[in-house]
């Protein structure tokens, strides 16, 4: 049985039986996936936090002023993770038709994540559960499984979702990591410590949800995918333990038959 612990900002899996800690998805994704948007952006971030507090700055000490430039972009990292969190968390509810309480800041978020459950008339099979794949070993929490009404047929289609609420959009990577939550082997109800089997879906995609509305985006996330998915975890595997491969320095013997030879002419 596997079981989502939550620490603060932070998750992760353990397998009650054992005690042992399951990796989850984003983790071998962040591990396993090169990024290099993410080095033009970590540039960027810094850059704009030069400008935009160039008087702030202008006052520090340069020792100060350093530290808080390698800090700027953990901030905006930080403050987009918690906005994502926050939407989320009222996602979850909107869903199972509660009645929130929505912080000015949200508001548009949230707008627009109604607005998709209306327009699209969602019928929600499974909200934020946790999935596991015994075979391959890894757990994840999917965001959402529900019945969309199609436009142009008029009928219900079953869709595996992912909310995001990043700026910049879906990426690619988005297609693995569907993909790793489509074919696992069991979703989990922690409440009643059971554990059932996926069940099949039509559609993988993205709400890419914003302060002015949202998208709904096709991702294409089948076995080829999840395959891929796999050799990620690969990486990550090998990431993790790579330190261990390379052995310690060999020690020099104390004699040696060679001998440096010097033209002393």
């Not at 403050?79 to 548009?108: I, Y």
């Not at 009928?155 to 879906?170: A, I, Y």
């Not at 993205?206 to 089948?222: K, M, T």
């Amino acid at each position: 049985m596997i079981k989502r612990v939550d620490r603060g900002k932070n998750h992760w899996y353990v397998d009650v039986d054992t005690d042992r800690k399951v990796p989850g998805v984003t983790t071998l994704l962040d591990k396993g996936v090169p990024k290099p948007a993410l080095i033009n952006w970590a540039g960027n971030a810094t850059a704009e936090a030069a400008i935009d507090r160039w008087e702030e700055f202008a006052a520090m000490a340069p020792a100060a002023r350093l530290n808080e430039l390698k800090r700027a972009r953990y901030g905006e990292r930080d403050r987009a993770a918690k906005r994502g969190t926050e939407v989320h968390d009222l996602a979850e509810k909107l869903v199972h038709g509660e009645r929130v309480a929505v912080p000015d800041e949200l508001a548009g978020h949230v707008n627009a994540y109604v607005a998709f459950l209306d327009e699209f008339d969602a019928e929600p099979v499974l909200v934020e559960r946790t999935v596991h794949s015994a075979a391959h070993d890894y757990c994840g929490t999917l965001d959402l499984v529900a019945d969309l009404v199609d436009p142009g047929s008029g009928e219900r289609v079953r869709w595996l979702l992912d909310v995001k609420t990043n700026r910049s959009g879906v990426y690619g990577e988005t297609a693995l990591q569907l993909a790793a939550y489509r074919y696992a082997d069991v979703w989990v109800d922690e409440a009643e410590e059971v554990e059932h089997d996926m069940p099949e879906v039509d559609r993988c995609g993205v709400v890419h949800v914003r302060a002015d509305g949202y998208s709904l985006i096709p991702v294409e996330a089948g076995e080829h995918q999840h395959r891929q998915f796999l050799y990620a975890a690969q990486i990550a595997a090998f990431t993790d333990s790579s330190r261990d491969l390379v052995g310690d320095p060999i020690a020099s013997p104390t004699t040696s038959t060679y001998r440096l030879m010097r033209d002393t002419a």
